[in-house]
């Protein structure tokens, strides 16, 4: 491209600068590189190129979209991540769409047209949103509905709600669609349970917190307006802590050894359990994030780079903390002092190895 006229005033993007074109610039198509690519979690530098790839909610600048996820109110079950998820409705960092008319961001599937069209609009407060359809659907959902009601004995007017709620996330980009309808779970429509992203609450809560920590926000609580969020330094940690019940134990043992012989070793090795497991929850971020690229073939050594930290760091907790933890620090109590203490038992002989 050697027209000089178009515009780069954009604060954001810079133009590769080269002496080989008439204008000093470089004589083939222009490539734009997005300065806030700090915004997604380690994002690769073929991220922070714009090209005409498919948006996706784990890209950034102009290649990037929000997350979205569909909640059929009348098949999702009521459980505590059904409700996290409806708590982030409030919040415009990602599109949390209900099927109730009574909700701020629902779907609303509109009257087949004589087109054979299906109207669906994506409702957003303040007017905002997306008018799409399913085009030349409805009448073979129709029969699909009648045959699916015929050889499962799934009541007819279900079979065709679920399967025109699955057929608009599956064309809409819709992320993940919760719901528990018998209708998907049959295996005739495995195939647009797949294309809809049909799942469960907690499949749709995990995919929406890694959207949120590739984005550099660690929320961990939502009530109303108000938002708990931790720096990600704690947040890992404090995550990987939460699934091992007898942490505190571990701790206390370490804390009444350093005390009570000065051996600060079992204290140093409680505290980095969490470091390690935590370097794995955030390597094990960094792949998920790379697999969902749009253009696999550039970030699959990335992913294979991220997995091997992840298991190098699993090996280091399980060799050095896991397994050697428990059996050092599993607390008795002094029989003269009635104190808890760390159980005497034989250290390895590597215990200021690596």
Known sequence: MTDSSRSFSRPDVVRLNDSSGPDG???????????????????????RIVTPVKKTPFACGDAARPLRIVIDDLTAPDRAST?????????????????????????????????????????????????????????WIRRSAQTTAGEFG????????????????????????????????LPYWKNLAVNAHAGTPEEAAALLGLYLRAHNDYTVD?????????????FYPAAALATLPRYLTWLG????????????????????????LGRAL????????????????????EA?????IALVSLTGAARRRGAFLPSRLQPQRHAEKGKLVPSEVAEPADRHGS
């Open 25 to 47: 610039f470089v004589d083939r198509p222009v490539v734009h590189f997005v300065r806030h690519a700090w915004l997604v979690l380690n994002v690769p530098v073929h991220w």
């Open 83 to 139: 409700r996290l998820l409806r708590s982030f409705a409030q919040r415009s960092c990602a599109e949390v769409y209900g099927t109730a008319s009574d909700r701020t961001r629902r779907v609303v599937i509109g009257v087949p047209d004589e087109r054979d069209v299906i109207p669906v609009e994506y409702v957003l407060p303040g007017g905002g949103g997306r008018r799409m359809a399913v085009f030349s659907s409805n009448a």
């Open 154 to 185: 799934i009541p007819a007017e279900e079979a065709l709600r679920s399967l025109t709620l699955a057929a608009a996330c599956s064309r809409h980009e819709i992320d993940a669609l919760v719901t528990a309808s018998a209708v998907l779970q």
């Open 222 to 234: 939502v009530d109303g307006n108000h938002a708990t969020c931790l720096d990600d330094r704690r």
């Open 253 to 276: 043992g370490a804390v009444a050894a350093w005390k009570t012989r000065n051996d600060p070793l079992p204290f140093g090795l409680v505290k980095g359990l969490g470091v390690r």
């Open 282 to 301: 955030r390597a094990r971020d960094y792949f998920n994030v790379r697999i969902r690229s749009p253009r696999p073939d550039d970030t699959w050594d």
């Open 304 to 308: 294979l780079f991220f997995f091997e």
